[in-house]
């Protein structure tokens, strides 16, 4: 079987990326006779390594940051940089070669790089259709629930739960806004007395999104902007966070989902 039919196989028989490149480094580095293959993924301005398969040796520095800027294949030695795709995020292919890649692997390079830029797109319309028929699922089955629901703490207990199912998060809490005394509470704050967290309405991230009407996401490495008097008071570590703002049917802004 070739390369290109191994490709299209893995493709077919993969419900993720992170299950497609563990079945394809290892006949990708057997067809190129790479010692080394690692996927890189570059996010706000970092490199981060998303698939490494062979020797745990380094590439040289700046190889992948060269074939991002060029978005070209890059030969450096024994090191070869190939750039896979742009979107959503950047993505780079590099391999080592001992003991020198020869000149006349360009062409099955670019070849690679296209058919895994194709695997790649299939792969996360696959991922999309799924998570999209799973919400789908998820929510019939959630509303259903709320309409047997009556009581207003048992409703925002499993609203949250819900949106933890459905966004596949550690945690959710709904926070209302109580505007005349400039207070955010929130509710399920397990671990809290009362279940109830009550906080400034300028707090955080939670804050920021009362008050713009914008949803905010902030990740691990900006972990500073998250509130670790909520996180003391709940008894839980944040390490990224997205929260929406929740709007009533007239349009009105009553609180956030973070």
Same mark, same amino acid.
């Given at each position: ?19 497609f ?27 981060h390594?998303?698939?490494v ?11 992948a ?6 978005d070209?294949?890059?030969?450096a ?8 795709a ?7 292919l590099l ?5 020198r890649i ?6 099955p390079?670019?070849?690679?790089? !296209?058919q895994? /830029?194709?695997c ?7 991922? &999309?259709? *799924?998570?999209? +028929? ?7 089955e ?26 596949k998060?550690e ?11 400039k207070?955010l ?11 109830e967290l ?10 920021r999104?009362?008050h ?9 490495d900006?972990?500073? !902007?998250?509130? /670790? ?6 008894g839980?570590h944040? &390490?990224? *966070?997205?929260? +929406? ?11 956030a989902?973070s």
């Amino acid at each position: 079987m070739n390369l290109s039919t191994e490709l299209i196989d893995a493709v077919a028989n993969v419900a993720d990326t992170p299950r497609f490149w563990e079945m394809v480094m290892p006949r990708i580095a057997d067809k190129l006779r790479c010692e080394t293959l690692a996927v890189i993924r570059a996010a706000k301005g970092a490199l981060h390594g998303e698939s490494v398969y062979g020797n745990a040796v380094s590439p040289p520095d700046g190889l992948a940051a060269e074939v991002l800027d060029r978005d070209e294949l890059v030969i450096a030695g024994q090191w070869f940089g190939v750039p896979l795709a742009r979107d959503p995020e950047p993505l780079v292919l590099l391999g080592s070669c001992p003991p020198r890649i020869p000149d006349q692997v360009a062409e099955p390079l670019g070849t690679l790089a !296209e058919q895994l /830029r194709y695997c790649l797109e299939t792969i996360h319309h696959q991922e &999309r259709a *799924v998570r999209r +028929i799973e919400r789908l699922q998820a929510i019939l089955e959630i509303a259903a629930q709320w309409n047997q629901t009556q009581e207003m703490v048992q409703l925002l207990g499993n609203m949250a739960q819900a949106s933890t199912q459905l966004l596949k998060a550690e945690r959710a809490s709904i926070f209302l806004w109580d505007r005349a005394n400039k207070l955010l509470v929130g509710r399920p704050a397990l671990g809290v007395e009362g279940n109830e967290l009550r906080i400034p309405d300028t707090t955080g991230v939670v804050g920021r999104v009362v008050h713009s009407g914008q949803p905010e996401r902030v990740d691990a490495d900006e972990s500073d !902007e998250i509130s /670790r008097k909520v996180d003391d008071q709940l008894g839980f570590h944040t &390490r990224n *966070v997205l929260c +929406i703002p929740l709007v009533s049917g007239t349009g009105k802004l009553f609180g956030a989902l973070s």
